[in-house]
């Protein structure tokens, strides 16, 4: 599949390890915040969300902290997978304002 | 259930040319987004559309139009292609304004 994203910093993890992808957002309004996976040649999945009114929100295997006062978002894979190699971008929305997407980090799992 | 469908998945078109890429949203949604995704970057906003009528419009020259049909799939055209237009253009259905899910994209490659 065609890469969606050869530029983008790189986060290089052992398998079974944890990873912490960051995201530094832009508008001290925004008051949703999502996380996305975008393998080659698909759209971006849902993975989790978060409302500004949370500091931290846990799925399985994955957890979402928000700190809104420095304006920082970062995703935390618990044992990860070769499966979990893909782009990640967080995204924004503030009110009924659409969906602000970030720059992406892509991550890459070590069998 | 389906999800959302794009067609056609790819294509490859001239400058000077012009393109209609269709949207088909999940079933019960009726709000569509269109991005556009560079190589290397995050998705960028170009339209919203929510019960046929646009709802936001993104930082896109007015080559770019785009409508909703009473079954709330919808259109996005381009002019006047220019090389800069190849991108993945990703549609988003959503029953308001939050909640989106995105579909596989079309690849458009313009030569």
């Known amino acids: 599949g065609e890469s969606v994203g050869l530029h983008l910093p790189t986060l290089s993890v052992q398998e079974g390890d944890n990873s912490i992808i960051n995201c530094a957002y832009s508008n001290s309004a925004s008051d949703y915040f999502i996380w996305y996976k975008q393998e080659s040649g698909k759209g971006p999945q849902f993975i989790i969300d978060i409302r500004s009114n949370m500091d931290k929100r846990q799925g399985q295997r994955v957890t979402v902290l928000l700190n809104k006062t420095v304006k920082h978002l970062s995703l935390q894979i618990a044992a990860t997978q070769p499966g979990d190699s893909a782009v990640y971008f967080c995204?924004?929305?503030?009110?009924?304002?659409?969906?602000?997407f970030g720059k992406g980090t892509r991550l890459s799992v070590i069998a | 259930d389906a999800g959302v469908t794009q067609s056609p998945t790819h294509l490859i078109k001239t400058r000077g040319q012009h393109v209609t890429l269709r949207c088909s949203p999940i079933?019960?949604?009726?709000?569509v987004s269109w991005y556009q995704q560079v190589l290397g970057q995050g998705p960028q906003f170009i339209f919203q559309?929510?019960?046929?009528?646009?709802?936001g419009r993104g930082n896109f020259p007015d080559r770019f139009s785009a409508r909703q049909f009473p079954n709330y799939s919808s259109e996005l055209n381009v002019n006047a292609l220019l090389l800069g237009d190849s991108a993945l253009y990703l549609c988003?259905?959503?029953?308001?304004?939050?909640?989106?899910?995105f579909g596989s994209g079309t690849r458009l490659t313009v030569v």
């Open positions: 995204a924004e929305q503030s009110g009924n304002t659409p969906l602000v």
């Open positions: 559309y929510y019960e046929k009528e646009e709802r």
């Open positions: 079933s019960g949604h009726k709000s």
């Open positions: 988003a259905s959503s029953l308001d304004y939050y909640g989106y899910t």
